[in-house]
T-cell receptor, first 113, second 111 residues
Framework: DQQVKQNSPSLSVQEGRISILNCDYTNSMFDYFLWYKKYPAEGPTFLISISSIKDKNEDGRFTVFLNKSAKHLSLHIVPSQPGDSAVYFCAASRNNAGNMLTFGGGTRLMVKP | ETGVTQSPTHLIKTRGQQVTLRCSSQSGHNTVSWYQQALGQGPQFIFQYYREEENGRGNFPPRFSGLQFPNYSSELNVNALELDDSALYLC??????????FGDGTRLSIL
C-alpha cells in the first residue's frame, strides 16, 4: 500500500514558466514533509520541507504548499530553469523530523530552453 | 565539510551470497539511515541507527541487518541474496531532526 503517491511520472515545462509538482498521502500520522531532487548517478538532494503546523514554506524559487484536509502537497518552482531538470521525490515522516522517510515514486521534470 | 560517502559504487553478487555495504556519514551527523531504491521507484526505508542502536525499521526481513560504529559510520549487511535485492542502496545521515543528506548509493546487481 503506497502511503505517498506522485501520480504524474513526468512533467515538461518551458524555461521561465512555473513548474508544479504534486504529491498525495494517505497516512494522517505524517507530520513532516520534504522534497528531494535527484540527478542521474547522484543521491537525492534535499530541497525544502514543511511541518504539518504550516501550510506554506518558501525558499528562493521553491515554495511548498500543504493542504492537510486534502492530504496533498505541492512544490512550485518559479521561474523554472533547465538545470531544474531532474527527478523530484516527495517524502513524509511521522516523527516531526527529516528521517525515517516514506517516499513517493518520483516525478521527472524536464525544463525546455 | 565532507558529505555522505558510500562504498563500493557497484557490486555484482549471485543468489544466496552475502554482501556488506559501507557508509561514512557527513561530519557531525550521528544518525544514519539506509534505503533501497528499485528501478523506477522511490527509495524505501530499511532501518535507522542512532548512537549505535537501531531505532527504526521499515518492512524488510531480518536478513537485512546493520551496524553503526562509534565514529557514526555504518554498514548494511544482506544475507541469502535474492534476485529482488537488485537495487540502488542509499545511505543518509542527519543530526537531530534535520533533513537527511544522502550519499550517491551502491548499485547492487544479483545474478
Amino acid at each position: 500500500d503506497q502511503q505517498v503517491k506522485q501520480n504524474s511520472p513526468s512533467l515538461s515545462v518551458q524555461e521561465g514558466r512555473i513548474s508544479i509538482l504534486n504529491c498525495d498521502y494517505t497516512n494522517s500520522m505524517f507530520d513532516y514533509f520534504l522534497w528531494y531532487k535527484k540527478y542521474p548517478a547522484e543521491g537525492p538532494t534535499f530541497l525544502i520541507s514543511i511541518s504539518s503546523i504550516k501550510d506554506k514554506n518558501e525558499d528562493g524559487r521553491f515554495t511548498v504548499f500543504l493542504n492537510k484536509s486534502a492530504k496533498h502537497l505541492s512544490l512550485h518552482i518559479v521561474p523554472s530553469q533547465p538545470g531544474d531538470s531532474a527527478v523530484y521525490f516527495c517524502a513524509a515522516s511521522r516523527n516531526n523530523a527529516g528521517n525515517m522517510l516514506t517516499f513517493g515514486g518520483g516525478t521527472r521534470l524536464m525544463v525546455k530552453p | 565539510e565532507t558529505g555522505v560517502t558510500q562504498s563500493p559504487t557497484h557490486l555484482i553478487k549471485t543468489r544466496g551470497q552475502q554482501v556488506t555495504l559501507r557508509c561514512s556519514s557527513q561530519s557531525g551527523h550521528n544518525t544514519v539511515s539506509w534505503y533501497q531504491q528499485a528501478l523506477g521507484q522511490g527509495p524505501q526505508f530499511i532501518f535507522q541507527y542512532y548512537r549505535e542502536e537501531e531505532n527504526g525499521r521499515g518492512n524488510f526481513p531480518p536478513r537485512f541487518s546493520g551496524l553503526q560504529f562509534p565514529n557514526y559510520s555504518s554498514e548494511l549487511n544482506v544475507n541469502a541474496l535474492e534476485l529482488d535485492d537488485s537495487a540502488l542502496y542509499l545511505c543518509a545521515s542527519s543530526i537531530g531532526g534535520q533533513p537527511q543528506h544522502f550519499g550517491d548509493g551502491t548499485r547492487l546487481s544479483i545474478l
